[in-house]
């Protein structure tokens, strides 16, 4: 069974570029989310398999997202996208129970690597 898939990020182009890598894989997008406010709202609402959450939106951080998915479901699996150089917030979003990070730009390769290593 396909894989249910929630894209968080605050630019409509990058939710369109990991949608395209992913359904051209054989992925479902369960929703999308720009901010992490609506991340939450959206995960509580379709339970998708994964999230892939960008780390800096409006409203609500990555991060914060993170955390509040996993307190609500500690069974969540989260991969977190952010660009060069944001090492600290990376392994602040691993100890807070990310199962992986992308670093944009993405390459079509990573993204699906990182995804079929968490849902397989």
């Known amino acids: 069974m396909a894989k249910n898939i929630l894209i968080c990020d605050d630019a409509a182009f990058m939710r369109m ?3 395209d890598i ?40 990555g991060i914060q ?3 509040q998915i996993r307190a ?7 991969i977190m996208c952010s660009a060069m150089g944001q090492q600290a ?7 807070s129970g990310a ?7 993405f390459q079509a390769e990573r993204v699906l690597e990182a995804v079929k290593k968490v849902v397989g």
């Not at 199962?99 to 730009?105: A, E, G």
């Open 65 to 67: 997202a993170l955390k």
């Open 99 to 105: 199962k992986d990070f992308i670093v944009k730009p």
């Open 22 to 61: 992913l359904t051209k894989n054989g992925y479902n997008i369960a929703g999308e989310a720009e901010n992490g406010l609506k991340a939450v709202e959206k995960y509580n609402e379709t339970k998708p398999d994964l999230v892939l959450m960008d780390i800096t939106m409006p409203e609500m951080d």
């Open 72 to 78: 609500a479901d500690p069974s969540a699996c989260v």
């Open 89 to 95: 917030m990376v392994i602040e979003a691993i100890q």
């Open 17 to 19: 570029m990991i949608k």
